[in-house]
């Protein structure tokens, strides 16, 4: 079974820094590009980051380019979004997905909140 | 970028009545497009890939359609399970981006 499992998240001051880990099972993880995804409360999706299965490619939303930063550990099975100089419009619940066109496996999701 | 516009931006329909919702984009995204089903408090979960493709286990009432930059996804007799928000995705270029949702609410 698929399985992904984000961890991480919480209550972070404007300007701070949080790092997102997600955690994998179930698939071959080298083998497979990544992707986090959020959504602010009340709204809709928005694509944040993905990176490629070798890390050879990782593209970013303009909206956090500069600021946030996807990187993954082949040897662990996990993903993780490090987020520095973070805004209150970066509050949002953060899913990690399974690959970078259509998004089949999805997280639970975690909550970050940015707020003084 | 590629802006996804969905409509109507809330469909009420009784259960057993046929809804159809629409995905347009800006510019042309072959049938690189993705539906989602959201609930509340969830995960979004994955219903057609290639515009028409209906993702693992997803019911047969269930149908998608379009090309290029007009996408429907139509759902023949809808069940209680099926009221929920829609979101269409393209993924024809980067950056990826996703409809503002449709939610289909009890009439």
């Known amino acids: 079974e698929v399985q992904l499992v984000e961890s991480g998240g919480g209550l972070v001051k404007p300007g701070g820094s949080l790092r997102l880990s997600c955690a994998t099972s179930?698939?071959?993880?080298?083998?497979?590009?990544l992707t986090w995804v959020r959504q602010a409360p009340g709204k809709g999706l928005e694509w944040v980051s993905s990176i490629s299965s070798s890390s050879s490619y990782i593209y970013y939303a303009d909206s956090v380019k500069g600021r946030f930063t996807i990187s993954r550990d082949n040897a662990k099975n996990s993903l993780s979004l490090q987020m520095n100089s973070l805004r209150a419009e970066d509050t949002a619940v953060y899913y990690c997905?399974?690959?970078?066109?259509?998004?089949?496996?999805w997280g639970q999701g975690t909550l970050v909140t940015v707020s003084s | 970028e590629i802006v996804m516009t969905q409509s109507p931006a809330t469909l009420s329909v009784s259960p057993g009545e046929r809804a159809t919702l629409s995905c347009r984009a800006s510019q042309s995204v072959s049938t690189n497009l993705a539906w989602y089903q959201q609930q509340p408090g969830q995960a979004p979960r994955l219903l057609f890939y290639?515009?028409?493709t209906r993702a693992t286990d997803i019911p047969a009432r269930f149908s998608g359609g379009g090309s290029g930059t007009d996408f429907t996804l139509t759902i023949s007799s809808l069940q209680s399970e099926d009221f929920a928000v829609y979101y269409c995705?393209?993924?024809?270029?980067?950056?990826?981006?996703f409809g503002q949702g449709t939610k289909v609410e009890i009439k």
């Open positions: 997905a399974r690959s970078w066109t259509s998004f089949e496996y």
């Open positions: 995705q393209q993924y024809n270029n980067w950056p990826r981006t």
């Open positions: 179930g698939f071959t993880f080298n083998s497979h590009s």
């Open positions: 290639g515009a028409s």
